[in-house]
């Protein structure tokens, strides 16, 4: 049975390596289908779409995408959508502009804490993609105000600490449509970390297909716990390593461990192949 991990991110946004060098470390450690899911962006995902086959990987659609939810920044993994949706297309232009405008509001809050930093300087460290707090933190640890990320985050960059920075991502029901509009599906991400149970129920209210089950942040019981509430729900089971790159993130040594087996995968394809065909069917 062939492994997959589907939560992994490149230099499009927050991650360390090209697409091209994620797919030949997939290569290596035995992975037969990948999904990379950066931020808001599938710039990475395209670079890496004609290269695939050429590792023996089998590539899916995938993207991160950060939405508003009562308030709330929720994270959505989309999956095998059509990536030539324009309407998917226009969503994700919108989120880019949603996360440079966050950004500057951020820099605002660091500087009126004392903290000598820029925006352009954080830009250019996302390479002119799609900027995130990784980024920030990575200037903070250069201009050594923090030691590492996680300093950077605890002292500064936590969502309880930027809880005042307002943002302009889309709501998570336009989130949700436009991903079905373009036969895709959604999975709640790493739901332990971030959730009440009483909110992940909410949330599956909205309309989601699935929940990412399989994360290095959920120990074995939170794990089987969601595995239960999917099922008896009937979602998807969704997981993955959630890859970033040295230092970027504390479960890189998960990559190729933290998997999903082939039946997961396909009853994603069949979800989607049926949204496909309704969406056809009305239009």
Not at 28 to 41: G, N, Q
Not at 97 to 122: F, T
Not at 124 to 129: P, R, S, V
């Amino acid at each position: 049975m062939g492994k997959a991990d589907l939560h992994t991110h490149t230099n499009a946004s927050d991650g360390d390596l090209s697409p091209e060098a994620l797919l030949k470390k997939a290569q290596s450690k035995k992975l037969k289908t990948l999904a990379i899911t950066d931020h808001d962006t599938i710039k990475g995902y395209l670079k890496a779409k004609e290269m695939a086959p050429d590792y023996g990987i089998e590539l899916i659609s995938g993207v991160e995408i950060t939405a508003l939810w009562n308030s709330k920044e929720v994270h959505l993994l989309a999956y095998n959508f059509d990536d030539k949706h324009q309407s998917f297309r226009n969503l994700l232009i919108k989120q880019k502009s949603a996360r440079k405008l966050r950004m500057q509001a951020i820099v605002e809050v660091l500087n009126a804490q004392g903290l000598d930093i820029e925006y352009d300087e954080i830009l250019a460290e996302a390479n002119m993609g799609n900027v995130g707090r990784p980024h920030a933190a990575s200037i903070l640890i250069k201009r050594g105000y923090v030691s590492g990320v996680a300093e950077a985050f605890i002292r500064y960059l936590s969502s309880e600490k930027l809880q005042g920075v307002k943002t302009n991502y889309a709501p998570i029901e336009e989130v949700i449509r436009t991903t079905k509009d373009a036969a895709g599906v959604v999975s709640l991400a790493h739901p332990g970390r971030l959730y009440t149970d009483g909110e992940v129920r909410a949330l599956i209210d909205e309309g989601l297909d699935g929940l990412e089950c399989i994360h290095p942040s959920h120990n074995f019981s939170t794990q089987r716990k969601f595995t239960a509430l999917a099922k008896s729900g009937n979602l998807l089971i969704t997981g993955g390593s959630d890859y970033h790159g040295t230092g970027k993130s504390e479960y890189d040594p998960y990559f190729g461990i933290v998997t999903l087996g082939d039946q997961y995968i396909e009853a994603i394809k069949r979800t989607s192949e049926n949204r496909k065909r309704i969406v056809n069917v009305y239009n």
